[in-house]
């Protein structure tokens, strides 16, 4: 019996160091494994925080390029709508009736600063131009008005619609553009 009390000590002791040796590698094991939890709560803490800020970034870059097309846009209709009422104006110049030709031209040739001056008219005012008793030098293509020179040929004035039209244009663009575009 002797050596069954050895061998059953042998036994107890073997058990409790099994014992002591699966707690503490539990332990060590529950360690690692908090470690790792933690380690890949930082991981996907932080890029989620990467992700998050790539999202803001690519949503700022989506958003300045979505308002520069936009602006882009809106320019581009801006600058059809000008051309388009530019293009209506002299549409509307050039089919003016010959009474309103005829008050143009007198009312130009009055408002030019070259008395008594040779007077260019466009092709389709020539008639009317010499109606009214005026010095006709000549004609231009255009959509009217007068260009009037100095006997002496020193001076000339330019009155045709494109130029009154270009000179009015150009002083009141901007505030044309403003009210169409409210």
Do not use: C
């Amino acid at each position: 019996m002797g050596l069954d009390k050895v061998v059953e000590s042998i036994r107890g002791e073997g058990r409790t160091q099994a014992t002591s040796i699966v707690s503490a590698a539990k332990a060590e094991a529950d360690a690692i494994l908090a470690d790792a939890k933690r380690q890949a709560a930082e991981i996907t803490a932080r890029r989620q925080s990467e992700a998050s800020t790539a999202a803001d970034a690519h949503i700022k870059r989506e958003v300045a390029h979505a308002d520069l097309e936009a602006r882009r846009l809106r320019l581009t209709a801006e600058r059809e709508l000008m051309v388009n009422v530019r293009a209506e104006v002299e549409k509307r110049l050039a089919a003016l009736p010959a009474d309103k030709r005829e008050a143009h031209l007198r009312t130009l040739i009055a408002k030019a600063n070259v008395p008594n001056g040779k007077v260019w008219v466009a092709k389709q005012d020539e008639a009317s131009a010499r109606k009214l008793g005026l010095n006709v030098a000549g004609t231009f293509e255009g959509l009217g008005g007068v260009v009037v020179e100095s006997e002496d040929g020193a001076t000339r004035e330019n009155l045709r619609y494109e130029t009154l039209l270009d000179e009015i244009w150009n002083t009141s663009l901007h505030q044309v553009a403003t009210k169409l575009m409210k």
